[in-house]
């Protein structure tokens, strides 16, 4: 049961490069979370989708784009990179009912020099 | 502006102590409480949560406790471990909607055999 994956674990990207960080449950949860963690800023979210087809706006998405693929992943796109987005990556997912507490991936930390 | 707040970036308790950590919130809205612990290079797993109908929950060595007039909780851990060193973020929510969780900026916990 690996719950939920990212990759890739580490990347380092250049100032303007883009790439995508891919993420993917086996749950079967209705709902994914894109959050980023900073120093002294705990995790803010960036993207979420409570359902499969529907994406919404997080605390922090400017610079950030993403993809519900179908219901197991949850892609999220960095067209320019600027080094304001260094940081430590983390993909969530919960059920629709039943609980509140969501599950982590293992995140993935992205340099941008 | 930060809802949900954890004041203290570091404790420091010694082993088969109780260590206290804390919590303040805004929102008023908020009525779903929880606490995830966090080691190095892994995602943050779920530690225990409380409702806005309770003002205490235990689970073995963990309780929470919440007051709502003070829109304060805290985690109480008795006897603290050595594996209970970790980053302890507080995070909040409402039971309706996309239930989205607010976290806190995190306290290193260190334990000291």
């Known amino acids: 049961n690996a719950g939920v994956t990212q990759t890739p674990k580490f990347q380092v990207l250049k100032t303007g490069q883009s790439m995508t960080l891919q993420c993917a449950q086996d749950?079967?949860?209705?709902?994914m979370y894109w959050y980023r963690q900073d120093p002294g800023m705990g995790l803010r979210l960036i993207y979420y989708?409570?359902?499969?087809?529907?994406?919404d706006k997080g605390e922090v998405p400017n610079g950030y784009n993403v993809s519900r693929l179908n219901k197991r992943e949850f892609s999220l796109r960095l067209e320019s990179a600027a080094p304001s987005q260094t940081s430590v990556y983390f993909c969530?997912?919960?059920?629709?009912?039943?609980?509140?507490?969501?599950?982590f991936g293992s995140g993935t930390r992205l340099t941008v020099v | 502006d930060q809802q949900v707040k954890q004041n203290s970036p570091s404790l420091s308790v010694q082993e088969g102590r109780i260590s206290i950590l804390n919590c303040d919130y805004t929102?008023?809205?908020?009525?779903?409480f929880l606490w995830y612990k966090k080691y190095p290079a892994e995602g943050p797993t779920f530690l225990i949560s409380?409702?806005?109908?309770?003002d205490k929950n235990e689970d073995g060595r963990f309780t929470v406790f919440l007051n709502k007039s003070a829109k304060h909780l805290s985690l109480h851990i008795v006897p603290s471990q050595p594996g209970d060193s970790a980053v302890y973020f507080c995070?909040?929510?409402?039971?309706?909607?996309?239930?989205?969780?607010?976290f806190g900026q995190g306290t290193r916990l260190t334990i000291n055999p």
């Open positions: 969530a997912s919960r059920v629709l009912t039943g609980g509140i507490g969501y599950t």
């Open positions: 749950m079967n949860h209705n709902s």
């Open positions: 989708s409570a359902s499969e087809g529907t994406t």
């Open positions: 929102n008023s809205m908020f009525d779903y």
């Open positions: 409380i409702s806005s109908i309770k």
């Open positions: 995070a909040a929510s409402t039971i309706q909607g996309a239930q989205k969780l607010v």
